[in-house]
């Protein structure tokens, strides 16, 4: 199976940044569209921001204007953006390709 590895999640005080990582096993992520989901405790799992192979983005209308998803096919990983963060955005973050390869999540705490 293909393994989807998320990375630099930790705790950050609302109103900065953090760049989230999610490397693959293999070649995959120039052939299928991407994600990036979390979930927050009690609540259920949401879309926060996909990349198609083509390159177009979708953002949930919570994250639109600070968080960017980016794609580097060459070195099989893919990022997420997140500025100007605030404690609502608390969560278990997951990489996802829509060949059906989840991650184990990263833990993103906005707290002061």
């Known amino acids: 199976q293909v393994l989807l590895v998320e990375s630099r999640g930790g705790l950050v005080h609302p109103g900065g940044s953090l760049r989230l990582s999610c490397a693959a096993s293999e070649s995959i992520f120039r052939f299928y569209d991407v994600g990036w989901y979390r979930q927050a405790p009690g609540k259920q799992r949401e879309l926060v921001a996909s990349i198609s192979k083509s390159s177009s983005t979708t953002y949930a209308d919570s994250v639109k204007g600070r968080f960017t998803i980016s794609r580097d096919n060459a070195n099989n990983t893919m990022y997420l953006q997140m500025n100007s963060l605030k404690p609502e955005d608390t969560a278990v973050y997951y990489c996802?390709?829509?060949?059906?390869?989840w991650g184990q999540g990263t833990q993103v705490t906005v707290s002061s």
């Open positions: 996802y390709t829509f060949a059906g390869y």
